[in-house]
């Protein structure tokens, strides 16, 4: 599974979070708003309301995910923090912020599944299917790790790195090019700040209410026990989220003059960097 997309798309959700987690070029029409329009649009309180991320606005700068399938051992040496488990489709343990234990299955000498649980509980399932030419890797998720409508997509990687003789298609290393099929649930969050106090919620089940400039506080539906905090800067709002008292991640938004919201999330543990760009629904 690729650790760096859905930390900062499925997180996008939570305005946390690309990943992902997360590239083609802004959509034009924005640029078409009149300057008066602009300046309406930007004003304070706009940012209120619902948004969906726009995954064509998506940009990855992070290393390259890598992994390793070879003599019926699976690594995901990218992952934050790296494991290893055996790919015989059974479940073994595995010490994951949002996971306990990993099931990798080889499907075929292209395709691999693989299924996360967390307390017997599913949380996330990924087929990952390699081109025949070995250098494009397609991966179908549905994620459950938060209590309401379930996250689903696909994202698309290139093979930058050879596999090592021997090993599954699928090892080497790999860089995120394409994100396609996301469903409203890993991109559409809803934001409401009123005096001091920001909310934010998904349907995914997932939110949080802190106060601007105040301590972190729980996000609400997250097995992982994140906490929150919202500072504001100008047209700026910054969450930042811990994790055992450790920064872990960080997402800035910011409501442009195009109206539309513009957005930074990074990921502390490997210094993965993903911009995106969020529309308002209503």
């Not at 995910?65 to 343990?93: F, I, R």
């Not at 934001?191 to 089940?205: E, I, Q, R, W």
């Not at 105040?214 to 929150?228: F, Q, W, Y």
């Amino acid at each position: 599974m690729r650790k760096t997309i859905m930390a900062a798309m499925a997180a996008a959700s939570l305005i946390a979070i690309s990943g992902c987690k997360q590239q083609a070029a802004t959509n034009e029409a924005a640029t078409n708003v009149s300057t008066e329009n602009a300046a309406a649009t930007a004003s304070a309180g706009d940012i209120n309301g619902t948004w969906k991320a726009d995954v064509n606005s998506v940009q990855f700068d992070t290393k390259p995910d890598e992994y390793l399938l070879q003599n019926g051992t699976y690594s995901c040496k990218s992952c934050t923090p790296a494991y290893t488990v055996a790919a015989d489709g059974a479940d073994h343990p595995v010490k994951l912020p949002y996971a306990d234990t990993d099931n990798v299955k080889v499907v075929d000498d292209h395709t691999v599944k693989e299924v996360l649980k967390k307390g017997g509980k599913q949380v996330n399932e990924a087929t990952t299917t390699i081109s025949a030419d070995g250098n494009t890797s397609t991966t179908a998720f549905t994620d459950t790790t938060a209590p309401g409508a379930p996250a689903k997509g696909e994202f698309v990687e290139t093979r930058v790195g050879a596999a090592p003789a021997g090993a599954h298609a699928i090892s080497g290393q790999w860089k995120p090019t394409k994100l396609s099929n996301f469903n409203d649930a890993a991109l559409t969050f809803t934001v409401n700040v009123s005096g001091d106090t920001y909310k934010l919620s998904s349907p995914d089940g997932t939110s949080f209410e802190a106060k601007i400039g105040g301590p972190e506080v729980p996000i609400k539906g997250d097995i992982a026990n994140t906490m929150v905090s919202v500072t504001k800067d100008g047209n700026s709002y910054k969450t930042t989220r811990k994790r055992d008292g450790k920064v872990v991640g960080t997402t800035t938004v910011t409501l442009g003059a195009d109206g539309r919201l513009h957005a930074e999330s990074k990921n502390e543990m490997n210094g993965a960097v993903t911009r995106w760009i969020a529309d308002k629904q209503s």
